[in-house]
Structure formats: C-alpha cells, structure tokens
DNA sequence: CATAATTACATTGTACACAATCTAATTGAC
DNA sequence: GTCAATTAGATTGTGTACAATGTAATTATG
C-alpha cells in the first residue's frame, strides 16, 4: 500500500486540527491557547466574586447550589450535579457546609432511601433577594455590554457542549 | 440641591449594571450567568486534558508550568506565577512534584538567595516534542475554526484582564 | 552600618474537583 | 421471591487554589 492510504483508520482520517493553519512551533505559546484564557479568566472570576459572597458566608461552588435551589427547590444531590457539572465526591463535603451554614436541609428520600434530598431553609431563601446585588456587580465588573455577556454565555455553554462530547465520546 | 446632583459619591453613581436592561427575576438563572459558563467550560475543558497529560504523568496546571518553561527555560517561582495567574502557595507543591517527575529543577539563585530558579532538565525539554499532539487533539474537540479560536482567546483574555482591574482596584 | 521595610518563597488551613472505591437500596431477570 | 446488576451517595486519596502567616534574604533609610 501506498503512502497515501486513507482507509477509515482507528479514530478516523477524520477532519484535520484546526491549527493546521498555525505554524508548529506556535501550538504551545501559552498566550495562543484558548484554554489557558478559559482557565484563568476562570480563577481570576471567582476572586471577583469571593468579596461579596463572604458576606453570606458562600464560597462560588456553594452559591451554584444556591442558584439551582432558588430556581426550583428540593432537588436530588444528583439533579444537583447534573445542573452543575459536578459529581457527588465534591457536591457531598459541599452540601454539608451549606446545611451547617443552616441554609439547606438533606434529607434520605422516603420513597427511595438512597436519594438525598435538598431543600431550602428559610434563610436559604431570604438569602436569594439579598444576593441581587451580585450578579449586578460583577456583571459591571466584566466592563461588558449585555448583548457581549449573553454572546459570550452561549459561545462558552456551546464550547462546553463541545468539549463534553469528546470526554463522553470515542474521544 | 436637586436630584440631578452628581458629585463624585462614594463608589460612583458610575455605569449602571448591565443586567439593568433585563428583569431582575432573570438576574439570578443558572443559564443567564456567563460566570457559570465559564466556570463549568473551564472544568470540563481540563477534562479533556486529562486522558491526554496523563500519558506524561501531567496535570493541566503542571502541564502550564511546562509551557511557560519551554518559551523561556529557568523562570524563577514569582515569574511563573506572574505568568500563569497563580500564587507560591499554588506553585511550591506543584512544583515539587515536577521535580519529583524530573522535568524540572529547582535551584536557589546565587546572587539572589530568596530567589527559586526552575529549569528545564533534559526530560522536560524532551517533553515539548512528544506533547504537539496534545493541543491538536483539544482544538479539535473544540468543535471551532482557528478564527473561532482566536476570537475566543482575545475575549476570554480580556475579561480576565477587566476581572483583574475589579480585584485590585476600589472593586 | 544598623535596622526598618520589603521581597521571595514556604507553610498552614480551608475548600473545591474528581477518580476510584464502597455501601446500601432498588430494579431486573428468571 | 432470589440473586445479579444497577443506582445514589458517601468516602478516600491526590492535586490544585488561595488567604494568611512565617522566615530568611535583600534593600532602603537615616
């Protein structure tokens, strides 16, 4: 056989890495590299918001839940990660902190005692007006427009989409 | 005075908040959040690492250190740190384990004995070759063009940069 | 040149993040 | 109904992140 074969090899003579375009030796500039811009836009994210949810006493993770729960309360600790991309080895340690801050309850579901369920208390749920201001402060802090900020949540939920299919994937 | 007034209050009576153009009823919704977007685009993203740094026995943060260290070998810690966004509490143990790895050495500078030099050893260069495919493999399950990319990297890149403005300044 | 201030890094403590594993409860197959 | 397979959470171990603090070396000031 020829050099130039390309019969449906392992994983696909598939399309070609869109660095193609790129010289080689640019593939590794870490100021090229769109994850480390996710990455650290990330980190640098969650000090912005570390000040004003020290207030509640909330870490950023520990808010998330806080948002899921204000949309609809009561949900499975697997509903819980579902939602936020996160699994029950960091939600557990998590949820428990939020139930001694006294804003959630877990409870083993009565119809299915391996389920854990998690609700709001009263306090979880006064929390949410008082925590209006947040999302208005940080969204000042991106010095974005809206139609930026709403651009750029698709672009990264469908980045996420994206990267999810080729974890759960042949890869 | 009237109510026009406009001396400079406190913290400004400055831009108004973006979101103001939406409900507040809106303002808290998980999917309306760009922050958690990013966040979640962020941990998946080094998901997708993972399978692919772990042929080298690499995190994605060590794997960062090395990317620094292959543009320019023998950085001393706060000059990785500067770099990458990170702090000596971060770096000091990842650190230690790449040395652990033998890819990298750390020497304390001569002229300056506070002063941590790391350096490439001759695995660690070698390491930069054998690593190539590594970002080709993640910018094809970005599903996006290089143009994409490109204009991704430069947004992400700038909102860490006014996120940073946020932390350091008045906030 | 003595000492106060600063700088560079290390350490400690808290909180994620997640793979791997474990346990208990539920469901499925027969 | 019994036992295997599955499911839901919890636990363990490793590795970040980062605030706060500690220590040693360097620089600045008088």
Redesign the pocket.
């Known amino acids: 056989m020829s050099r130039q074969t390309r019969l449906p090899v392992k994983s696909a003579a598939a399309k070609p890495s869109p660095l193609a375009a790129m010289p080689t030796g640019d593939w590794l500039l870490l100021d090229n590299q769109m994850c480390f811009a996710l990455?650290s836009a990330s980190?640098?994210m969650?000090?912005v918001y570390?000040p004003l949810l020290q207030k509640f006493g909330l870490?950023?993770?520990?808010y998330?839940v806080m948002l899921v729960l204000w949309e609809h309360d009561a949900r499975?600790?697997?509903?819980l990660?579902e939602r936020?991309?996160?699994?029950?080895?960091?939600?557990?340690?998590?949820?428990?902190?939020?139930e001694a801050l006294d804003f959630i309850t877990?409870t083993r579901?009565a119809?299915?005692?391996?389920?854990?369920?998690v609700a709001l208390t009263a306090a979880g749920r006064r929390l949410q007006k008082q925590s209006l201001t947040v999302p208005q402060h940080v969204s000042c802090a991106t010095e974005c427009s809206l139609p930026e900020l709403k651009a750029l949540t698709r672009q990264l939920g469908d980045l996420r989409a994206a990267l999810l299919r080729s974890?759960s994937s042949t890869g």
Chains 1, 2 share one sequence.
Do not use: H, M, N
């Open positions: 990455y980190l640098t969650t000090k570390k870490t950023y993770p520990q998330l499975s600790v697997s509903e990660g936020l991309f996160l699994d029950s080895g960091t939600l557990t340690p998590l949820l428990k902190r939020l877990r579901d119809a299915d005692e391996r389920r854990v369920i974890t």
